[in-house]
């Protein structure tokens, strides 16, 4: 799931109603990963954040950002989401 705010800022997201762990992407205006909080723990109300500003968050299953090599850094495109 794709989260798309108006400006960046820090972020912050549980896992209150998610039943699967997940990796959330925090990406910065420039569209470039600030930071991760890999396997979020299902089911908690732990908040995940990072020390960056980030104006999309991105939420994909545990694991997905270490086996596609995704780091702090790594540029992010979106298909249908207008540059800005």
Do not use: K
């Amino acid at each position: 799931m794709l989260f798309v705010f108006p400006h960046a800022e820090p972020q912050s997201f549980w896992m209150r109603n998610t039943f699967i762990p997940l990796d959330i992407l925090f990406i910065g205006a420039d569209r470039r990963v600030v930071g991760i909080s890999e396997d979020a723990t299902p089911l908690t109300d732990d908040a995940r954040a990072v020390d960056a500003p980030a104006r999309y968050v991105l939420e994909v299953h545990a694991g997905f950002a270490r086996a596609h090599g995704i780091t702090t850094g790594t540029p992010v495109r979106f298909t249908g989401l207008p540059e800005e």
